[in-house]
């Protein structure tokens, strides 16, 4: 019994999209940003993550270990440089929150938003 897909990766013409329905975990989240490294077009996209209703569990030190993950990762000759996390509810603000704080010293800047629109105004300004 496979696993339902709650996590789909596309390709627009100015970003990469990323969408993860029902709460995902930690395994979700590495398999998105694996996905997401190996798209040749990630190089020059920046990224949305799209987090639809649902609990996000992740523990606090899974936002450090995803930390290590992206930094470990990330295709180095990369030119994307903008990350913007859409949530939609105050607990998921504050997961997105801490893990901005966590992630700063990665080479994105992370921007969190409350709608699809203001994120791809922010992601292709």
């Known amino acids: 019994n496979l696993p339902k897909m709650s996590l789909e ?29 190996y798209i040749p077009e990630f190089i020059d996209k920046n990224d949305i993550w799209v987090f639809h209703e649902g ?30 996390l859409v949530v939609k509810s105050d607990e998921q603000l504050n997961m997105a929150e801490a893990f901005v704080q966590i992630g700063k010293d990665l080479p994105y800047e992370f921007r969190i938003f409350s709608n699809l629109q203001d994120a791809k105004d922010w992601i292709t300004a």
């Open 9 to 37: 990766v596309s390709v627009n013409e100015d970003f990469i999209l990323v969408e993860l329905k029902e709460g995902p975990d930690i395994s979700e989240i590495r398999r998105g940003l694996t996905r997401l490294f």
């Open 55 to 84: 609990v996000i569990n992740l523990s606090h030190d899974d936002l450090y270990k995803l930390r290590d993950i992206i930094q470990e990762t990330y295709p180095k000759e990369t030119k994307a440089n903008k990350t913007a």
